[in-house]
């Protein structure tokens, strides 16, 4: 017959039953509503409240086309015997119920006699199956009846006990005549095609004409039982979460869960609402004043919760006043023991879209070689590409190589924002290595992160399982300034730490300098060996800019085309400046200096002359990586004018040489005098000869050291 469900709550106390099998649904009328310790009120009473609440919960089942059944005890017909046995306001039934309702039984009076709410709805009484002698008139015996239903008729099959013989038998007075106790009543029950089979055929009566002849002009209502709505979902979770609770749904004014829960020796009940379009101001008043509070009036210390759609996050306002008035606030995500990420995607996307050093209105696609397995390719857009590789079921763990000031920030910025945008995909969770403190698990990583972000409510349990199931993405940028403030060993255990989080289809990007992962001749160090392990592994190495994406950020800087065509052919004139332009970060300098000095520099004339400009540039580039090096908690790193020192000896040594690189080894000497700690030689011992080692980020000044060496 399907599920029942039945509903009974200090908001609405009065039943309703489902049985979906037969599409009969029954209303238990409460008719005592008026009792209490009071003689005076002592009588029968429904109240306008609970005959609306019937009369708008048995419409819908009255267009599917369901049998409604009302039952309730007090006998709806005046002159009875004493008063307490009848309806006050029996006129309101009627008036609210009479079109609504196919039949009617109630149980205060022991006659069989046949009365009629409406037209088309009969009012029979249920007998006295159980009643003590005392409780009965003393003419009346014990009773009790058989009800079949048809559409077009009811047949009653009516007994009584006979104390006497001590046994049930046929009683006659159910009958008009009082010659039987199988007796039918005709009747047109309105709108129950839903109820009973098509092409039912009413019986014709002595006249010639048919009996509930509206039958074959009904039409059947295609019915489907909501099984998947959210009030249903929520359920679902609460019996999954809550192995031993008793759940039952409500059909109140508003609808909600009812949760009693026991450990044995106490029992705790609690409403759930579910607001399904989105929590409103207009629905937490009325779940507050319908629902809420009758369970406060009967336990005053009962905590409501109302779990809404996770994308229609409401106001702050809202969820505070709920807090006030003692009802807990939740998105269905957060009902299911996982972590919205609404709030903290909201504060994560707006910092990074008003970003100063990354602003998103100046990225520019950029150019990347690609790796996964054996096969190679090359992609004119890394950021579709990483994006298209998370959105893909499987397990990601991408790392994305590239030298100084390639883009290696910007890119998983941009790709928070992408991720963020969509309806679909995991939720994206940036975390920039530099700003952390040292965090040696990934647990403890992931909490400080958190909670530096503004979540009042870590659940790393929760956060690990999400990831898990590949519906986060951690993006950790900037591995290797993370690891250049430890030794290479320390290191080497931070990057098992981010190894860690690859686990079941978890998505993980992690960015970094070349160096730490491979040479010059991408020969893979240790580390990028590790990676090779790992399911779903992609490496992506970032390459600079092209001249058609030079000129596409010159336009985006300067927000017209004209001014950066002017820049772009001043950089094309003065010698070896496009080259330096390749790079993002050189070039975001070069947009930055004045037209001024640009314009002399191509001219030869006045102060500014080339190697002026290039020395601009690189006391430029030294101010930005000597405040990279030294984040909140970072050792004493090279002081600026160390940083000057040991650029211009690896200029001299470069010049020297006919190799495009240098060996670390090399420079020992050199940075032993320039290196406030042993942790340079620490870091380059076990690493393969390489072109830019970082010595702290010397290294990479190569290009605009060779650059510069041609203008000698």
């Not at 609460?238 to 829960?261: D, H, M, N």
């Not at 017209?560 to 002017?566: C, F, G, T, Y």
């Not at 690189?661 to 700690?677: I, K, M, N, Q, W």
């Amino acid at each position: 017959m399907g599920t029942l469900r039945i509903d009974f709550s200090p908001d609405a106390p009065w039943s309703w039953y489902e049985y979906s099998g037969l599409k009969l649904v029954v209303a238990g009328l409460n008719s005592t509503m008026a009792e209490s310790h009071l003689e005076k009120d002592h009588y029968g009473y429904l109240g306008e409240k609970q005959l609306r609440w019937f009369t708008d919960k048995l419409r819908a089942y009255k267009d599917e086309g369901w049998f409604r059944l009302g039952v309730m005890h007090h006998n709806q017909q005046r002159g009875v015997p004493s008063d307490d046995e009848s309806l006050h306001g029996a006129d309101d039934l009627r008036r609210h119920l009479g079109g609504s309702l196919n039949l009617l039984l109630h149980g205060h009076t022991h006659e069989g006699k046949v009365h009629w709410l409406d037209r088309d709805v009969p009012i029979l009484s249920t007998g006295s199956a159980a009643v003590t002698a005392e409780a009965r008139p003393e003419e009346v015996p014990n009773q009790y009846q058989v009800l079949r239903l048809h559409p077009d008729r009811t047949e009653r099959y009516t007994r009584c006990y006979d104390p006497r013989d001590k046994r049930w038998i046929g009683d006659n007075r159910g009958s008009v005549k009082g010659d039987g106790w199988i007796t039918e009543i005709p009747v047109s029950f309105d709108a129950v095609a839903g109820a009973f089979p098509v092409g039912h055929t009413p019986p014709i009566d002595d006249r010639g004409s048919l009996i509930g002849g509206r039958l074959h002009e009904a039409r059947v209502p295609e019915f489907v039982p909501r099984c998947d709505d959210l009030l249903s979902r929520v359920e679902e979770v609460c019996r999954i979460r809550q192995p031993g609770a008793t759940v039952t749904q409500v059909q109140a004014g508003i609808e909600y869960l009812r949760v009693a829960e026991t450990d044995g020796a106490h029992c705790h009940q609690y409403p759930v609402g579910v607001a399904d379009g989105g929590l409103t101001a207009d629905y937490l008043a009325r779940f507050l004043a319908e629902v809420h509070r009758p369970y406060r009036g009967a336990d005053p210390g009962v905590i409501s919760q109302i779990v809404y759609p996770a994308a229609d996050r409401p106001p702050q306002t809202l969820i505070d006043e709920a807090v006030r008035q003692g009802a807990r606030i939740m998105s269905l995500v957060e009902y299911q023991g996982l972590i919205d990420f609404g709030a903290y995607l909201e504060r994560q996307t707006r910092r990074l879209e008003n970003d100063r050093i990354y602003p998103p209105s100046l990225y520019v696609p950029q150019r990347m070689d690609c790796e996964i397995g054996w096969d190679r390719f090359d992609s004119e857009d890394a950021l579709a590409t990483v994006t298209e590789w998370l959105a893909q079921p499987e397990p990601r763990f991408v790392l994305l190589l590239g030298d100084f000031g390639t883009g290696k920030s910007f890119l998983p910025h941009m790709l928070a924002l992408e991720l963020a945008r969509r309806d679909e995909g995991p939720t994206p969770v940036l975390i920039e290595m530099r700003r952390l403190q040292k965090a040696r698990t990934l647990d403890e990583l992931v909490a400080q992160h958190l909670v530096g972000a503004g979540e009042d409510r870590v659940d790393v349990k929760a956060f690990r399982s999400m990831l898990e199931w590949g519906r986060v993405a951690l993006l950790f940028d900037g591995f290797d300034e993370l690891a250049l403030r430890v030794t290479y060993e320390r290191a080497a255990e931070h990057f098992d730490t981010l190894i860690e989080a690859a686990g079941g289809r978890a998505k993980v990007v992690t960015t970094s300098r070349t160096q730490h992962f491979e040479s010059e001749h991408q020969i893979k160090s240790a580390l990028a060996q590790r990676a090779d392990r790992l399911p779903g592994r992609r490496i992506g190495r970032l390459a600079g800019f092209a001249e058609p994406q030079i000129r596409r950020f010159l336009v985006n800087r300067y927000g017209n085309e004209p001014e950066a065509d002017a820049r772009l052919d001043c950089i094309r004139d003065i010698r070896d400046l496009f080259g330096l332009a390749a790079n993002p970060r050189m070039l975001g300098f070069i947009a930055d200096l004045p037209a001024e000095q640009l314009r002399q520099a191509r001219e030869r004339a006045g102060e500014i002359t080339a190697a002026t400009l290039y020395e601009l540039l690189i006391e430029r580039w030294l101010e930005h990586e000597h405040a990279r090096a030294e984040p909140r908690g970072a050792l004493p790193s090279l002081s600026l004018s160390g940083l000057r020192d040991g650029v211009t000896q690896l200029a001299f040594r470069l010049w020297q040489q006919m190799e495009p690189g240098v060996r670390p080894g090399d420079l020992h000497d050199e940075a032993a005098l320039l290196t406030p700690s042993s942790r340079w030689r620490t870091w380059t011992r076990p690493q393969p000869p390489i072109s830019s080692a970082r010595a702290p980020s010397w290294c990479a000044t190569r290009k605009a050291a060779s650059a510069s060496s041609t203008s000698r």
